[in-house]
Every structure is written in C-alpha cells, then in structure tokens.
C-alpha cells in the first residue's frame, strides 16, 4: 500500500453471501427503488419520509444549511408524543400491545396504546403540576422499567428536553449530567433488579443532588421495595404524584427545531458532551429507519431491541421509532444470565418475537456459552436479526444467523452513533444480499463516504469514514458548547462529519466499519485495524470473544497484544502455550505476517462497561504496565485484576 502510514491496511476477505428470502423480499416495506428516489432528490426523499408523521403545522423549507449547523422543516409543528400515542388510539388500535414488559424476577406487565395514553397524560399532567415548562430539563435515571418510557414520553409531551443518565452511571457520572443540564427534576426508582439482586438508585441520586442547586423535585417509582433516605417536600412518590394527576391532557406541537433530549457521551476529556438532539427531524428518521431496516410490520410483529433507555439505541429503536410505527414491543428489565443463561431465548419463545436487535458482545458471550443453549428453545417465529453498538465479527455473525436465526433470517448489521440520532449504514433485509461482517451500504438519503488523509474518496481499501451531506436525526450541537460541536466532528476534514471511525471499501463498494481510528495500531509502518485482527481470532473454532490493543514496541513503532475468552468447553486456564501457537498461525494465515500478535493472553472474561463495550483502554494500560484508568464504568472491576494476575506469569513472543 502506497501511503500504508495514512490508511488502513485492508487485510480481511469475505467470500460469502445471503441473499433475501423470497417471501420477505416481495413484502418488503423498502424496496430497491427508495435508493434512486434519494439520488434523484435527496430532500425530496426526505420530505416524503416526514409525512410518514403528524403534522399540526407544515414546514415552509426542508433544510437550511449553514455548515456546520443544520435545521431541518423549519415552520413545522408536531407533538411527538402525540405521533408515537394518541394517533394510534384515534385511528382505532388502543387496544393493541405496545409494550409486553418482563421484569428480571419474573413479574409481567401488558401495556396497550391506550393505556400507554393516559399514563403518559397523567405524567406530563405530574410534571406540569411541579412547574415543569417547556424548554426546562428533566434527568431521568431508571431501570428498564415502562415508567423510563413513559417519563420521556411525558417530557416529549410538554415540551420539556430530557436527559437520560443510564441505571449504571456512578454518583459523579449522574452529578455531571445533572449540573450540566441544569435539570430542574429528577425522576428515578428506590431500584431496579440486576442479576437476582436488588440495585439500589436513590442513594446515588441523593449524593449526587447535594451539588446540583437546580434540582427543586425528585420523583422516586417503587419498583423494589428497598429502604430509601427521604426528603420532605423534596421527593415524591410516583404513585402518588403521577398515579393521581388526570387523565386528560392537551398535547401541544412544538417547532421541529424544539430541543428534545440531551443524552450524554464519555468525551475524550473529563466533561462529558451533551449530544443535542431536536424533535421533526430526529422523529422523521428513527420512524422511517425503524419502518425500512426492520421491515415492521405493526399488525403482526413483535419486535425486541435489547438495549438499555440510558443509551441511544434505547431512545431512538425502544422509545421513538418503534412507537411512532405502532409497534408491539418487548422491554426487559434484567441480564441475559438471569436466573439462567437461556432467559433471552425464553423470551423470545415466550412472547413469539419476530425481530431482535441486540449487540455484538451479547452475541459473543452466546457463542461463549454454547450452541446447546439456544437449541433448547423454539425461535421460529424470528425472521430479522439485527446488530448494534460496534462492528460484528463474520464469525459471530455467522453463528447469530446459524443458531439463532435458524439459517433464515436476514441480519441487518447497523451502523450509527448517538451523534447522528438513527441508523446510516444498513442492509436493507428485502434488498441487500448481505456479507457477514460488513454493513453494507449507506440508507437512502444518507451520503457516507471512504476517505484518504486529505479527504479524498478512496474507491477500495482502507480509509476513514465521513458523512458528506447533513442528515435530519443528526445532533445540532454539543449542549453548550458550539465550539466544542465545531472542532469534535467538523475540523478533521473540510465541510464533512468525521464520527471518528475507521472503515474500508471492498471491491464491490460495500462499506466495513473499522472501529474507533484511536483504536488503530501503526505495526512497522502499517495501520492495522483491531477489529480486523479480533475477528481473524474469534474465526477460530475455539475462539469466542478477542480484544486487541497496540503496545509501544521499540521495533515495530507498536506490537499487536490479543487477549481471548475461549468457547465454552475450553477453560482459560487449561488453554497452553500449544493453543496460544495456533492462534498466532492462525491470525498470520488469514490476514498474513504483518498482523501477528506479539503475545495472546487467554483471559476467562474481558473488561467491558455496562452497555457491553470492551473497555481497550484499560488493556492497553495493562499491555504497558501502566497503572490502571478509570474502572468505575466497568460492569465488574475485579475482571482486571484477574487479566493482571495471568499476565505476570505469561512469557512474551518473538
């Protein structure tokens, strides 16, 4: 490779394809022909998705543009609450599910459109009774429970911006997004359950609203029972406050433009950035990307996104896109280990489930399990699988198709971040003939690209992806910050959005994701992307799960450092130095010599936060011997005390 020191070396292959099953593909909801009407005319297309919705008033202008800043329907009103409830009670299907809940402990809850309706209205009544106003903001920190659901709901009703801080944020995590929001109310539980176990909330709201002078209410929901500090005057139940509010309530359509979250990424800094997000544009892009990579179909689906509210993926494939397109929907409260290792499975037996969307470390630690353990469940009635969060290994890929898709489910492999609201980069289930492991192609209406350094388009190979036009769900700016917006997504290269991803172009111009470009190893000149080698290790047969990290080398500029989890019937401990051979050989024949790693360290578990990202960082601090970062986001911080103690008594290669 000519510029090998700018670019990403581009190493994988991938020969195997999938075309749509026949029957899906006739009845497809998007169809081939929406990829030419958004070349013809991509705001054209785009109005034509936003009338998907309700209106109270039309817009005058679909887009002004003033780089980096986008407005998207400007003069139009809407009510988004209203677009993802009362609509479908007025057009006759309050009596539909909308949401089927399962607590981990086995409690249930069957909630209809109609009754969807009058709590929603009952919660923004509760709000606007404790001098909630449009604009003020409200922070929300619950367990995946519907009252999570319907708060944001009741904010969206009345117009105020919510701030979602995820159930298993610590005290200066939910301190930070309180202050930086200026949240006027919190609402939260006493706790949720988490492996069997009550999880305590509250005291972690308390100690985090001592220093947030513009909390004047918390709203507490009794979902455990657990002994809680009370404030008098403070604090209100839920029951009480929203379980007596009428029924009755007017929504009110707000400009497209009206601000309608803030949920917040960890920044590279201590400060986390405030993704803002706006209410026209953001619905008409979840709803119509829900509609088109899920084929929903309302009347007869049952759709279950795994994710948790507290991230993105909850908010705009749980909450509003799922909603907006009347959907059935399961939501689940607990871990997939609780109180057994098939509890998903059961689920989606239990419930009948038609489409799941779940993450590439969960389907990871499935394989890690065993095959035996799905096999033991009926998931006919599965027919798309869908993948969010991070690039999906092929081989994790093929076996989420083989065992739990049964060989017949189209996998829509999603790509998209908090930043650009919905999904841009997705097989179409009735359209694409699928490559494990690869996203495909942009959706219509979404310009992605492959770049070199300079910006220049890269036809095949390795590069760095950027979005060239603006998007209507895209974030508006960084929560007081427009700098901060500025400099984060539009300084990199001129005039286009860098999320800062690695990606390469394959010879039939499909689009893989490379990871994180912080998350590239520069290994004798090469750029070498992690994800490229971990999937080169989980293709092994005895491979589950691989992490792979850069280690200063005197040599090489960095040294490629893997550590595994093996499959289920391999102990970390029993795994010897024959195997880690193997491995090493079997990395240098798939993506040949320059990509071998220096060492592998057979680990039984890997550093992950609790929405199932691998926390690399952490490994490259034990790779070098530094001393460990930040471990309070981890799920389990004794994990890497475990990986610290192998690696003591683990050789190096050559």
């Known amino acids: 490779m000519s510029n090998s020191a700018e670019t990403l070396s581009n190493l994988l292959r991938e020969n195997r394809r999938f075309a749509p099953p026949a029957d899906l593909a006739a009845n497809a909801n998007a169809k081939a022909d929406l990829y030419q009407a958004a070349k013809d005319d991509r705001l054209k297309f785009w109005e034509a998705q936003a009338k998907r919705l309700a209106w109270a008033e039309p817009w005058n202008q679909v887009l002004e543009w003033n780089p980096p800043f986008a407005k998207w329907f400007l003069g139009g009103k809407l009510n988004v609450a209203y677009n993802c409830v009362d609509r479908h009670v007025e057009a006759g299907h309050g009596d539909q599910v909308a949401i089927y809940w399962e607590g981990e402990p086995g409690d249930t809850r069957e909630i209809t459109y109609r009754d969807l309706q009058r709590e929603v209205c009952q919660a923004a009544n509760a709000l606007a009774s404790l001098g909630v106003r449009a604009g003020d903001r409200v922070a929300i920190y619950l367990p995946m429970i519907p009252e999570a659901v319907i708060s944001m709901l009741a904010c969206a ?8 801080v995820f159930g298993g944020f610590s005290v200066d995590a939910l301190r930070n997004r309180i202050q930086d929001a200026d949240a006027k109310v919190v609402i939260t539980a006493d706790g949720g359950y988490r492996r069997g176990a009550p999880h305590a909330l509250k005291p972690i709201v308390d100690d985090a609203v001592k220093e947030c002078p513009s909390v004047e209410k918390i709203i507490v929901v009794r979902r455990t029972g657990q002994d809680i500090g009370w404030s008098e005057g403070r604090d209100l139940w839920w029951h009480e406050v929203v379980g007596s509010a009428s029924e009755e309530h007017t929504p009110e359509a707000f400009d497209a433009e009206h601000p309608l979250f803030i949920l917040y990424t960890s920044g590279t800094t201590a400060k986390p950035k405030g993704i803002l997000h706006t209410t026209g544009g953001y619905l008409t892009q979840v709803a119509f990307t829900h509609w088109a990579v899920f084929d929903l179909k309302p009347d007869t689906d049952v759709y279950w996104c795994t994710a948790d509210i507290g991230w993105v993926t909850g908010h705009s494939y749980i909450v509003y896109g799922p909603l907006a397109n009347r959907a059935t929907q399961v939501m689940y409260e607990g871990t997939p280990d609780t109180p057994h290792k098939g509890r998903f499975w059961e689920i989606v037996q239990k419930y009948k489930v038609t489409i799941l969307y779940t993450a590439p ?5 499935f394989m ?29 890929w ?18 998209w971040q908090t930043e650009t609201g919905a999904i841009m980069i997705s097989p ?45 769900s895209m974030l508006r700016t960084i929560w007081g910050d427009d700098q901060r917006y500025q400099d984060t997504y539009w300084s990199r290269f001129e005039g286009m959005y860098f999320p800062g991803d690695g990606a390469k172009r394959d010879e039939d111009g499909d689009i893989w994701l490379l990871g994180r470009v912080d998350d590239v190893m520069l290994v004798s000149g090469h750029n070498i ?3 490229e080698v971990e999937s080169a290790l989980v293709s092994h047969p005895r491979v589950a799960e691989a992490a792979v990290v850069g280690a200063t080398d005197p040599v090489t500029t960095q040294a490629i450092v893997a550590f595994v989890i093996p499959r289920g019937d391999l102990a970390a401990d029993e795994a010897g130095d024959a195997f880690v051979q193997e491995l090493r050989d079997h990395v240098a024949k798939t993506l040949g010599a320059i990509a071998k790693p220096r060492q592998i360290h057979v680990v039984p578990e890997l550093p992950k936060t609790r929405s199932g990202k691998i926390m690399r960082r952490l490994l490259r ?5 530094r001393r460990l970062g930040d471990t309070t986001t981890l799920t389990d911080s004794s994990v890497m005390d475990t990986i610290r103690g192998k690696l003591e008594v683990t050789p190096q290669e050559d």
């Open 157 to 164: 009703r009345i117009g105020a911006t919510h701030s979602v």
């Open 361 to 365: 470390t969960a389907i990871r630690t």
């Open 368 to 396: 890690k399990w065993g095959d035996d353990i799905p096999a033991k469940f009926d998931l006919s009635s599965l027919r798309i699988l869908g993948s969010v969060g991070e690039p999906i290994n092929p081989e994790a």
């Open 398 to 415: 093929m076996w989420y198709r083989k065992h739990i898709g049964g060989d017949r489910c189209p996998i829509v492999d999603t790509w």
């Open 428 to 472: 179409l289930p009735g359209v694409t003939e699928a490559k494990p492991g690869s996203a495909m192609t942009p959706l219509p209406g979404v310009e992605a690209d492959v770049v070199d350094n300079h910006g220049n388009p890269v036809p095949s190979g390795g590069g760095f992806l950027v979005i060239r036009e603006p998007w209507p």
């Open 529 to 531: 992307s992690t994800t």
């Open 621 to 625: 601090d034990v790779a070098e011997n």
